[in-house]
């Protein structure tokens, strides 16, 4: 079974800062992009950072660009998401996902084939 496992969770206040870690079960996911999403009870899940490959292409969302960073490390087949000066409104479920098969975005959850079970994210004010 592919596995993708988050961590790095918590609670912090506003202006805090928190790093998320998703490993992937397999070597081979190393070779393909990976993103992260993030879910509160009664919304969509929403984009929020991807990167390609090998790194050398990211993508943010608007409402959190300049406050995280997206980054990977194949060879422990990792992905991380360094997230700065949060806002109550960052308080989510966060997964990570991998896009095995060719898709037209990486923007969009149904663009990915595989998902991590999510690390819950709170924000205080």
């Known amino acids: 079974q592919v596995q993708l496992v988050e961590s790095g969770g918590g609670l912090v206040q506003a202006g805090g800062s928190l790093r998320l870690s998703c490993v992937a079960s397999?070597?081979?996911?190393?070779?393909?992009?990976m993103g992260w999403f993030r879910q509160a009870p009664g919304r969509e899940r929403e984009f929020v950072a991807a990167?390609?490959?090998?790194?050398?292409?990211?993508y943010y969302a608007d409402s959190v660009k300049g406050r995280f960073t997206i980054s990977r490390q194949n060879a422990k087949n990792t992905v991380d998401l360094q997230m700065n000066s949060l806002k109550p409104e960052d308080t989510a479920t966060y997964l990570c996902?991998?896009?095995?098969?060719?898709?037209?975005?990486?923007?969009?959850?149904?663009?990915?084939?595989?998902w991590g079970q999510g690390t819950q994210v709170t924000v205080s004010s």
């Open positions: 397999a070597r081979a996911f190393s070779g393909y992009p």
């Open positions: 990167i390609d490959w090998n790194g050398d292409k990211t």
């Open positions: 996902a991998v896009q095995i098969y060719n898709a037209a975005s990486l923007l969009f959850p149904n663009s990915y084939d595989y």
